[in-house]
């Protein structure tokens, strides 16, 4: 029997320009990934996919640039469920970083009680084809219900046609959730798209949200996304109340066009035109989702 293949992913653009926005005070990232080092944090025999290394000083080195304050680390699927990498980057950031866990069926109350301890605020489910597809629907029944009592939400990874396929389903959801990359629809598209046309009904939803990040995985064009631009802009008009923001970095599995995070921001910054929008999306929202325990930041 051959041994598996696992394929490897590009890495960020290391030379993150510093953008042209300032973003406000207590502005979050509130999407983003540690991956490694591999040599103290490693990878999931299971994976995916391999990375290269992009650790916590990397993540921290961004913010400066960015003028970002807080985030929100996204466990990584090539960790697997192992949290120590995001507990230890949470750890380390002295309040200003939360997370999101990957769970495996077998979790008990007492384990997520110590993620809790530890910064996790929500638990991610990935859907997307090229990640393992569809979860065990009875496993994410049962961790919804496990992580209700700790006023966690959960956050979706979805293909674009899962949006429509999955809406009936996403919508009966009992605790807050939230859809990554503006559900990874196509810009080619457009914006009468099913898919879409299923994302903007599911936000009339007041438990739903979404994050209006991944242009480079939205846009039909490459660089720089600005096809993207009105898909979050109409995400924006109907909750603006509910929208997150995030880098996405170090931007795994990008097949096209690697971002330079400085210029992620600034694309933000002309998707949202009004100052006060812009604060609700980098600082009030994230404060209510991942803040609402009343510790300070």
Known sequence: MSERVIPGCKGPDPDTRTPRYKAPPGACDAHCHIFGPA???PYAADRAYTPPDAPYE?????????GIERAVIVHASCHGSDMAVTLDGIARSGGRYRGVAVVDPGVTEAELARLHAGGIRGVRFNFVRHLGGMPDMAFFERVLAQVEPLGWHVVLHLDAQDVVALAPRIDAIRIPFV????????AKGGLEQPAFQSLLGLMRNPLAWVKICGAER?????????????????????APDRVLWGTDWPHPNI????PND???????????????????ILVDNPTRLYWNDGESA
């Open 262 to 280: 400085g210029d992620l921001l600034d694309l933000l910054a002309e998707a949202v035109e009004d100052e006060a929008t812009r604060h609700r």
């Open 218 to 238: 939205v846009s039909s064009e490459g660089a720089p996304f600005r096809d993207a631009l009105p898909f979050a802009r109409a995400l924006v008009g109907v």
């Open 255 to 258: 097949a096209g066009d690697m």
């Open 179 to 186: 859809i990554d990359h503006m559900g990874r629809v196509k």
């Open 39 to 41: 040599a103290v944090f």
């Open 58 to 66: 990397g993540l921290r080195r961004l913010h400066d640039i960015l």
